[in-house]
């Protein structure tokens, strides 16, 4: 199983970006997804989740407002629409995925990362 991010970039500050995660390999469902970043010198932290297949939605506060996370279940693809950028969003952006490989058996992945630079 892969997750593979892709849309980051470089944008300036009120801009937006889309960013877009999919999931591919031996996939019987997916479960509860996000996404996370890591700015430099700083801990991962959590943008934006579902906390189950299509379930409720949580946003850390920094980004309420401004960013939806979506997902489209049947393509194994999540979403991240980021609008009215800041240059604090500037951070390496991961999925995170809990995937049932089969009906008894869920792991949990990350993406490699998508690089998003919002200049001043």
């Known amino acids: 199983v892969q997750l593979v991010e892709s849309g980051g970039g470089l944008v300036q500050a009120g801009g937006s970006l889309r960013l877009s995660c999919a999931a591919s390999g031996s996939i019987f469902s997916i479960n509860a997804m996000g996404w996370y970043r890591q700015a430099p010198g700083k801990q991962r932290e959590l943008v934006a989740t579902?906390?189950?297949?299509?379930?409720?939605?949580n946003y850390a506060d920094s980004v309420k407002g401004r960013f939806t996370i979506s997902r489209d279940n049947a393509k194994h693809t999540m979403y991240l629409q980021m609008n009215i950028l800041k240059p604090e969003d500037t951070a390496v952006y991961y999925c995170?995925?809990?995937?049932?490989?089969?009906?008894?058996?869920?792991?949990?992945?990350w993406g490699q990362g998508t690089q998003v630079t919002v200049s001043s």
């Open positions: 995170n995925a809990d995937i049932h490989v089969s009906p008894h058996n869920e792991y949990n992945y």
């Open positions: 579902f906390t189950s297949r299509g379930g409720s939605t």
